[in-house]
T-cell receptor, first 119, second 114 residues
Framework: AQTVTQSQPEMSVQEAETVTLSCTYD???????LFWYKQPPSRQMILVIR??????QNATENRFSVNFQKAAKSFSLKISDSQLGDTAMYFC????????????????FGKGTKLSVIP | DAGVIQSPRHEVTEMGQEVTLRCKPI?????LFWYRQTMMRGLELLIY????????DSGMPEDRFSAKMPNASFSTLKIQPSEPRDSAVYFC????????????FGPGTRLLVL
């Protein structure tokens, strides 16, 4: 079974600064998908960024980027120029690809990191 | 697209009552997922459907929980009878499938069972 670990329950960052959220996972799969979801106080789960394991290039989405280290099974999220609207819970998630049979399409989530952006 | 739609957004009920949560996936998405979020257990997958057929319901906690998907645009999650420990936020999500794996979540239903 896959496991996802987010070792930082809470973090804070000054507005306009950069912050990195860590995530490690455990799997025996070679191909898989990794995601970061954001959950603001409204409780909506919002996709932030995704990474396919077979792609060596790190994914980026505007101010959000990842550092994907496949050998180390590490998938950290960097938020640049932090904004007050970035205050939220951030969840790292793992998914086996669709052709993996049992357990595919199932997102396995970490416990989350609560990020506070301070004005 | 309107995204995944869930109703109701909030539900307060008394122990023993039947609760029905509803979900409309994004049009054209072949996969639909039901998740539950609690402080103790985090986000858990309850069940998912492919083309309206339940594929994996191993996450459904017990027989009091049931889920249906009568057509491609509607799914229900029913709890009968409800218990206080069922209090949680229930999310519905959908994905295209066909190697487009990203799941898009609805706003969730916050359920409180008294």
């Amino acid at each position: 079974a896959q496991t996802v670990t987010q070792s930082q329950p809470e973090m804070s960052v000054q507005e306009a600064e950069t912050v990195t959220l860590s995530c490690t996972y455990d799997t025996s799969e070679n191909n898989y998908y990794l995601f970061w979801y954001k959950q603001p106080p409204s409780r909506q789960m919002i996709l932030v960024i995704r990474q396919e394991a077979y792609k060596q290039q790190n994914a980026t989405e505007n101010r959000f980027s990842v550092n994907f280290q496949k050998a180390a099974k590490s998938f950290s999220l960097k938020i640049s120029d932090s904004q007050l609207g970035d205050t939220a819970m951030y969840f790292c998630a793992f998914m086996k690809p669709s052709y993996s049979g049992a357990g595919s399409y199932q997102l396995t989530f970490g416990k989350g990191t609560k990020l506070s952006v301070i004005p | 697209d309107a995204g995944v739609i869930q109703s109701p957004r909030h539900e307060v009920t008394e122990m023993g009552q039947e609760v029905t949560l509803r979900c409309k996936p994004i049009s054209g998405h072949d996969y639909l997922f039901w998740y539950r979020q609690t402080m103790m257990r985090g986000l858990e997958l309850l069940i998912y459907f492919n083309n309206n057929v339940p594929i994996d319901d191993s996450g459904m906690p017990e027989d009091r929980f049931s889920a249906k998907m009568p057509n491609a645009s509607f799914s229900t999650l029913k709890i009968q009878p409800s218990e206080p420990r069922d209090s949680a936020v229930y999310f519905c999500a959908s994905s295209e499938g066909q190697e487009e794996e990203t799941q898009y979540f609805g706003p969730g239903t916050r359920l409180l069972v008294l």
